[in-house]
């Protein structure tokens, strides 16, 4: 008999799980409340169940675990965590120090199908989608590592298209949300731009924050460097961000990663304003993270300031992401790929 994985049961079948066994509903909450908020690692744990029930468990119940393989701490106190899953495959989580924040980056597939081509993981082709546990899984274990601090807000910004993944990324934010009781708030997803998805993302999971990777002001150039967008062009995109049903006093995030000569012009800047405007934007701005091979060149920092400059006072915000972790490989994919 093949064990039932208490972790991978999404909201609906847990507690069905609970009642298959002929246990009452309290007993559910006891369990979630275990792995998800004291992050339990083995059945022999639930404190809360006699021994008689936690061995009846796990006779055909157990809990999964990320294995960390290696865990690398920056200076600046960045740290990224590559984890190995139950079929041996990889995934890394980032987690970013900033004041009082502790902010986890975190992956949703293995690898990444769209290809942009500035992006590391791109390289690597899509392997496979993370099941939703093992989406949620990142915050659980990382959470382990930094207690008693906790983890103040989550990116879906590591590995893989979140929208191209969407049933398991859309339960893995519920189990965030109701079981792990982080503010969807406080939870952003990144995406390259799956159009459909963005608006179905609104009627299906909780409210989190959107960011949209943009990254190029023209067609000509998103098309070169993300393909997606022969699929979903800017207009289409742009539309989408302005249809998103966007709570009061929150922005969308648009990220735009700055590669010299190609998308860090004047005029890409006045066209950035120019396509955003009308939007509740903020404009994260983050200079192009070289890696090995890699086609396209990092501006110099004049020219980053330069291109914020434009921007600024337009947008609320206009960051430039600082490049966290440069001595333990910042770029997303890169510990994987260093791995094979
Ligand atoms: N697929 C999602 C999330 C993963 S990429 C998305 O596209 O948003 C997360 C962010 O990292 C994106 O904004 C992407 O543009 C940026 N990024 C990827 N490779 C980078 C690199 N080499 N240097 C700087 N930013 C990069």
Redesign the pocket.
Known sequence: MTKINLKALSREALPAYIKSLGLPAFRAKQLAHWIYERRAEDIVELSEYSRELRDRLAEQAYISNLKMLDRLVSVDGTEKYLWELQDGETIESVLIRDDDRLTLCISSQVG?A?K?A????GTLGLKRNLESHEIADQVISAARLVAPKTITNIV???????LMNFDNVVEALWSMTDWMHISPRRITL???GIVPKILELTKRAPIVNL?I?L?ATTNSVRDRVMPINRTYPLKDLLAACRAFPLPPRRRITF?Y?LLKDVNDTPEDAKRLDELLRGIPAKVNL?P????PG?PFGRPEEHRVLAFQERLAGKYMTVLVRKSKGQDVLA??GQLKAARG
Not at 118 to 121: A, E, K
Not at 156 to 162: A, D, S, V, Y
């Open positions: 990444c769209l942009c500035f992006c590391l993981t879906l910004m590591g590995m893989g298209e979140p990144s995406t390259a960011a990777s990254n990220e990663v983050i192009f993270n070289p890696f890699a770029a997303c």
